[in-house]
């Protein structure tokens, strides 16, 4: 019997089937292989959460207007992206791929015609070379438009030598506009974070660059500069985009930047971190922000040092990013119990929140040196709150789910289940769908 149970799951997984989370019915989740590597977007390591910087997802995942379910992931080999198109059921629907552009994906969106977007880098020496794409393709695959920059792109400062250092990449859509937001290296060697917006349908260029401090205004249609910004968020809004930094340095804080076409751009340090500036490690972790109705929700992990465990944080924010709350905080770790890591936060259309977070045994390893000290993942758990930050449920465990670690919770309003997928085995896709009790 426990033979023909493998084999039912190994078949399953081979035709892209539903098959159920461990023994829980929720989420539920289906998985997907393919014939390339991908690099983990699990913490297998069980220590990725401490490190000062985060990196690339390498598996995305949205949710389109009609309720359908998108994957993107790439073939860093051979340097091919690849579209995996489900139905809201997990039922596979379509395959398609794309050559890169450049040598590596940053990100991908789609719109509500279902046109794709990606965004491609590739490190450099040369300030002259074209290392930055953003290509658009139709729903069949057809290349539509192509927007290149140069490594010493205009307004840039000392120019992008390596997109995607010691940080992400973040590609989203508000209307007509696009936004991508990402870290780099720069020619000098400082590291920071660039980005632009686009006309999705032009492809022109909208914003004016970015302010050469982190000072908390900038000019009409400027883009925010932070300086060691170890991970980044772009969330939509009307006529523009919220932008959200992990800073260590200008600023060592959590910070928001309201972006909107023909304003100006209004920015907010909200929560600094303990220890000097530029020391990397800031014992913290990003974890997204949404919209509420007075503002703006964000939620994150701190621990201030290295002797003390990390706990999950919201923070309320106001409409024009002139003041925000004091953290609030859901969870009571101590050392003896762990460390919150990845964290996560989604809006639902009920006027609550979706948090989840994994919780990882106790430990003081350095920011700075991680590489041969692992920790032990102990499980994911999840909360509902309200936009006050006000839990209205308790803390749920999740036994056997994981999450990805730097890409964003995905919510359905069609169905009211939330989206991720994970790559946690090197040639296998797992997508989850967690039923919020819509």
Same mark, same amino acid.
């Given at each position: ?7 039912? /799951? ?31 977007? *699990? ?6 959460? /401490? ?11 949205? *949710? ?23 139905? =809201? ?17 940053? %990100? ?20 002259? %070379? ?31 030598? *390596?997109?995607?250092? =010691? ?11 696009? %936004? ?11 590291? %920071? ?17 970015? =302010? ?7 000019? +009409? ?12 968020? /772009? ?6 985009? *919220? ?60 621990? !201030? ?33 762990? &460390? ?6 989604? =809006?639902?259309?009920?006027? &609550? ?7 990882? !045994? ?43 670690? +730097? ?6 309003? &069609?169905?009211? !289940? ?21």
């Amino acid at each position: 019997m426990k033979k023909l149970i493998s084999m039912a /799951i190994i078949l399953c997984t081979l035709l892209a089937l539903p098959v159920k989370a461990g023994s829980q019915e929720n989420p539920v989740s289906v998985s997907r292989a393919v014939e390339y590597s991908i690099r983990d977007s *699990v913490d297998n390591a069980g220590n990725l959460y /401490i490190r000062y910087d985060s990196q690339l997802p390498s598996v995305l995942t949205f *949710v389109n207007n009609d309720g359908s379910v998108t994957i993107c992931s790439s073939d860093a080999k051979e340097k091919i992206t690849y579209i995996y198109e489900f139905n =809201a059921n997990l039922e596979e629907q379509k395959v398609l791929s794309f050559k890169n552009e450049l040598d590596q994906l940053g %990100a991908f969106t789609r719109d509500d015609e279902g046109n794709y977007y990606f965004f491609f880098g590739a490190r450099t020496t040369n300030q002259n %070379a074209e290392n930055m794409a953003m290509v658009k393709y139709s729903q069949n695959g057809e290349k539509l438009k192509t927007y290149k920059l140069k490594a010493r792109a205009p307004n840039s400062f000392s120019g992008i030598r *390596v997109p995607f250092d =010691a940080g992400t990449c973040r590609l989203e859509l508000s209307g007509s506009l696009l %936004a991508v937001y990402f870290a780099r290296e720069m020619f000098d060697g400082h590291q %920071a974070s660039y980005g632009f917006v686009l006309d999705k349908d032009t492809f022109e260029r909208i914003d004016r660059g970015a =302010a050469t401090s982190d000072n908390r205004t900038g000019e +009409n249609t400027q883009m925010p500069y932070v300086s060691h910004s170890f991970n980044q968020f /772009i969330l939509p809004v009307e006529n523009g985009f *919220v932008f959200s930094d992990h800073g260590d340095a200008y600023p060592r804080a959590f910070t928001f930047a309201k972006f909107q076409k023909g304003s100006n751009t209004r920015r907010i340090h909200a929560f600094s971190f303990s220890g000097s500036t530029g020391q990397n490690a800031t014992f913290a972790e990003l974890g997204g922000l949404a919209k509420t109705t007075t503002g703006y929700i964000f939620a994150g992990t701190y621990g !201030k040092d290295r002797n003390n465990a990390r706990n999950m944080l919201v923070l309320t924010v106001d409409e024009d990013m002139s003041k925000c709350s004091a953290p609030i905080y859901l969870t009571k770790y101590t050392i003896n119990d762990g &460390h919150a890591g990845h964290p996560k936060i989604v =809006a639902l259309d009920t006027g &609550h929140y979706l948090l989840l977070w994994e919780l990882f !045994k106790f430990s003081t390893q350095s920011a700075n040196s991680i590489t041969y000290g692992r920790t032990e993942y102990l499980s994911t758990w999840m909360m509902i709150i309200d936009e006050n930050g006000k839990a209205v449920s308790q803390a749920q465990e999740l036994k056997g789910v994981r999450l990805n670690m +730097n890409d964003t919770l995905r919510y359905n309003r &069609h169905n009211g !289940k939330v989206y991720w997928a994970i790559n946690n085995t090197g040639t296998l896709i797992t997508v989850y769908a967690l039923d919020t009790g819509k």
